[in-house]
């Protein structure tokens, strides 16, 4: 057997708290990772995931230190080395892609410069080399036009195509040890199947050892080989995927998968209750006692060790036995309808463009650029959810945007309840400011570092309400606690939490102005399954209790059936499928709804997701005729290419845009659906 390319042994991390005593953030930690062989990391936010990625490659958070313990790396303790010496290794065999990918990528650069930068440093190529090998990598990572990609700056790429063009950064030294944080967290369904494909199909080729951190075990089903579950800064069972995620041995695990939405399921998740212990709170026994549902008086008391079962997992359970009598799957109820016949908001033949023509343009008589989102019309009634899908670049953030007053409209109109919305925030009023709330994808980008979470929740408490002293801390607790994070939070700096801490806050600030209308650009996408699970049941309670309208964002399709009322599917800015969740889900579909629902990931060994070898993402659609000609698998012929495809009416409001029949499109994707009910 060959000597371990990563070894943790004995490893505990730590910080010192207010009282001056040592908090640990990382309990006696021992895991190995062979060449060639993935390690998948799962667990809630602030388990400890993350830090121990990290610490493998012999980097700490500021504020943490080792307090005993290893971090080998081909047998050399990473703590041990100069800073020089980790120089040369960080980022050329031992590779790392962040969960941000915004953090790892220089703004003022061009993303060719970026990754020609990567392979000057790490890949030893002729500089004459870099261009052709950057726009290989581009390619790899399946980014459309790689040329035009090469040119752009990050702000012009989407949060999928940053993502994107992180994992290519981190593969252009040619690893052999790959350490991914969240790596497809921004990722649409069909991106991400192919790049986990990619990176499987790398490690195979050159015996790359990968360490993949993630909340969507759908994803360490298909990329990993074994998996370790961490709590409160401890793995609590480890074994092979497989054995893990159909027979799991410990309730937390158990409680993590109860709480993951189905595909073939339209309930709500369960949410696993309680929070994990704040860092030295575990106490003596099992730290997952009191979220145990099978708990006993030893298990307050007693610590369990990492124990080997006979399946060839090791748990840290004392009842692992009676653990496995738990329930995995979701036993949640389906969403109420609260929804209203007054319509909130009204898109009206919306359409937006990032390219404006200067007057040298119009002078010249130049084509205007293809918008970027085009014919958009949709209504929201009060009290629904319509869920917004489709693949990075599809335009689903860019109109969210746009509703919210940050990106003016190139045509068409917006409308709140019966009123004309302006065009840009600035000349909206206080009541429509607070009545509409955008919750963005990346909270880093709307969560001020040098603000505290008291301050940046007392903004729209102040700004809104007036509210003042202690009603406003009694109001700011109150509304963290909605999220599930308590008050010794209000005094933290966004630096100071994990990615979903974070995005909690940012809902958190959101839900405080007390909005109508919210606007949900990924908001589970950087959270666990059972807070995601949590959020879902706070968004659809809000929804019951206040009417609360929301336009969903999400790249998880799962997710999406389970809290949306109805579903409109975007490709390359054109709606090409609109109608009630279990009818677009169900049949018939669009060729595009069945390339997505094929894609998806599910936390199951026995289920693959249908994928085709040569569909790549366009970057822009075709000046005419259907925007998914290129790549649908049902063509008809050239009019497909000439002609724009017309609507087609079902029942219920389902209203599907191809120039296929609605009963031939039926016909033709029956099998494929079945496949996935019976998964």
Same mark, same amino acid.
């Given at each position: 057997?060959?000597?371990? &390319? ?45 830090? =121990? ?156 050892? &990968? ?18 579950? &961490? ?13 893990? =995620? ?225 009603? =406003? ?45 919210? =606007? ?160």
């Amino acid at each position: 057997m060959s000597a371990p &390319m990563i070894e943790v042994r004995g490893l505990s991390v730590g910080f010192t708290g207010r009282s001056g005593a040592t908090l640990p953030v990382l309990r006696d930690i021992d895991l190995t990772v062979a060449p060639g062989e993935s390690l998948g990391l799962v667990g809630e936010s602030g388990s400890g995931k993350s830090t =121990l990625a990290l610490a493998a490659m012999g980097y700490l958070k500021r504020g943490l230190r080792r307090l005993e313990g290893s971090a080998l790396y081909r047998g050399e303790d990473m703590f041990a080395k100069s800073r020089s010496e980790l120089e040369a290794v960080r980022g050329g065999k031992l590779a790392l892609i962040p969960q941000n990918s915004g953090q790892s990528l220089t703004p003022t650069l061009r993303i060719g410069a970026q990754l020609g930068e990567a392979l000057r440093l790490h890949a030893g190529l002729p500089a004459d080399r870099h261009r052709a090998r950057v726009l290989e990598l581009l390619g790899q990572v399946r980014l459309p036009d790689p040329e035009a990609i090469f040119d752009r700056f990050p702000h012009e790429l989407s949060g999928g195509q940053q993502q994107r063009a992180a994992i290519a950064m981190a593969l252009a030294g040619t690893p052999d040890a790959l350490l991914l944080d969240e790596p497809t967290t921004g990722l649409d369904v069909t991106t991400q199947a192919h790049i986990l494909e990619l990176l499987r199909e790398i490690a195979a080729e050159r015996g790359m050892a &990968m360490v993949y951190v993630s909340h969507d075990l759908g994803a360490i089903v298909r990329v990993c080989d074994r998996v370790a579950v &961490m709590y409160a800064g401890e793995i609590v069972l480890q074994g092979s995927v497989r054995q893990v =995620l159909k027979a799991p041995a410990h309730p937390y695990a158990r409680g993590l998968l109860a709480s993951i939405p189905r595909l073939s399921d339209p309930a709500l998740p369960v949410a696993l209750g309680g929070r994990p212990p704040a860092p030295g709170q575990a106490g003596a026994g099992c730290a997952f006692v009191d979220r145990c549902a099978i708990a006993q008086p030893r298990c307050r008391t007693e610590h369990p060790a990492l124990t080997p079962l006979a399946s060839g997992d090791a748990v840290r359970c004392h009842f692992p036995a009676e653990a496995q009598t738990l329930p995995i799957a979701g036993q949640g109820t389906a969403s109420d309808d609260a929804r209203g016949e007054a319509p909130v908001l009204t898109l009206d033949d919306l359409s937006i463009s990032y390219s404006r023509p200067g007057l040298l343009d119009r002078l010249m008589g130049r084509a205007a650029a293809v918008p970027t989102v085009d014919d958009v019309a949709l209504t929201v009634r009060r009290g629904e959810t319509l869920g917004l899908v489709g693949e990075s670049g599809s335009g689903k953030s860019t109109i969210l945007k746009t509703v919210a007053g940050l990106l003016g409209a190139a045509g068409g109109e917006i409308r709140f309840e019966d009123t004309p919305l302006p065009g840009v925030v600035e000349q909206r009023r206080p009541d429509q400011l607070r009545r509409i709330q955008l919750v963005f994808q990346n909270p880093d980008d709307s969560l001020n570092p040098r603000q505290t979470v008291a301050e940046i929740l007392e903004q729209p408490l102040k700004l809104y309400f007036g509210l003042s002293g202690q009603a =406003l801390l009694d109001r700011s607790t109150e509304i963290l606690e909605r999220v599930r994070l308590g008050a010794h939070y209000l005094d933290r700096l966004p630096g100071q939490l994990s990615g979903g801490e974070k995005q909690r806050v940012a809902i958190a600030r959101a839900f405080a102005a007390q909005p109508d209308l919210v =606007l949900c650009d990924e908001v589970t996408s950087a959270l666990d399954v059972s807070v995601q699970a949590a959020v879902l049941d706070l968004l659809d309670e809000l929804q019951r209790t206040q009417g609360t309208t929301y336009v969903f964002v999400s790249h998880d399709l799962a997710v999406v059936r389970a809290l949306s009322d109805r579903v409109a599917v975007l490709y390359q800015g054109r709606l090409c499928e609109v109608g009630p969740s279990d009818k677009v889900y169900g049949l018939p579909s669009h060729p595009y709804t069945e390339v997505l629902l094929g894609a998806v990931l599910e936390p199951d060994p026995d289920v693959a997701p249908r994928l085709t070898a040569d569909d790549v993402v366009e970057l822009s659609p075709p000046a005419r005729g259907c925007a998914f000609q290129r790549r649908c698998p049902r063509k008809l012929g050239a009019v497909c290419e000439t002609d724009t495809p017309p609507w087609h009416m079902g029942a219920g409001g389902h209203a599907v845009r191809c120039h296929i029949d609605l009963a031939d499109l039926a016909a033709a994707q029956a099998p494929a659906q079945d496949a996935v009910k019976k998964a």
